[in-house]
């Protein structure tokens, strides 16, 4: 076995939180982070990207985790755009009681074809499972998409934090268990030289503008 292939996969990892505006990937990520909820009267539409680091532990290795929490509003697309390089996973969310959002999904599908490599760890999530009365689209039919596109699934709630934790430990597993996505990099280093904004304070969390709406 060649040293490349004994190399372990890194402890800094990058993963982008995608999806249409208003389907929770803020919510998501600020429960996973502060263990917190903000109500979309209380909280604010990411503006362009937001950034967090987290750690985590998943079957006994420590990771750091480089969320990167983008808008979902078309006018940042080309702002955003630049964020997918380097990523190793990438986590797609829609609102099970939103249609539009599941169906916009192929949409985001065609960014991850265009800026990150094919083998890049995706992970769909159906948020906001707490409105099962309102829901408009069902498990098996967020599975199903899932299976054709080959990626994992999950649902969750931010609000009620139910399988929020279950989400970002998926992805990273998938991660560690694609080598390509990390074999050319150095154990323990991330691969900053494609992580836009590295020259920040990990620890510090980007700007929010206001907006009427949760991103």
Excluded at 149 to 160: G, H, I, Q
Aim: aromatic share 8%; hydrophobic share 35%; with cysteine.
């Amino acid at each position: 076995m060649s040293s490349e292939a004994a190399q372990p996969a890194p402890a800094n990892l990058k993963i982008l939180l995608i999806g249409d505006s208003s389907v929770g990937k803020s919510s998501l990520l600020l429960r996973f982070s502060d263990q917190s909820f903000l109500s979309e009267e209380e909280g604010s539409a990411t503006i362009g990207v937001d950034f967090k680091v987290q750690r985590i532990e998943v079957d006994g290795t420590k990771y750091k985790l480089s969320i990167w929490d983008t808008a979902g509003q078309e006018r940042f697309r080309t702002i955003t755009s630049s964020y997918y390089r380097g990523a190793q996973g990438v986590v797609l969310v829609y609102d099970v009681a939103n249609r539009e959002s599941f169906d916009d999904l192929p949409r985001w599908f065609n960014e991850i074809e265009t800026y990150c490599g094919p083998s890049v760890a995706k992970v769909i999530v159906g948020n906001k499972i707490d409105k099962e009365f309102s829901r408009r689209v069902p498990a098996t039919e967020g599975q199903a998409y899932a299976d054709r596109m080959d990626a994992m699934f999950l649902e969750a709630s931010a609000k009620r934090g139910i399988a929020v934790d279950d989400v970002f430990q998926t992805v990273v597993r998938k991660i560690v268990a694609t080598p390509e996505l990390w074999q050319k990099h150095k154990p323990g280093t991330a691969n900053v030289n494609t992580m836009p904004g590295a020259g920040v304070t990990l620890e510090q969390k980007g700007p929010v503008d206001e907006s009427p709406c949760m991103c």
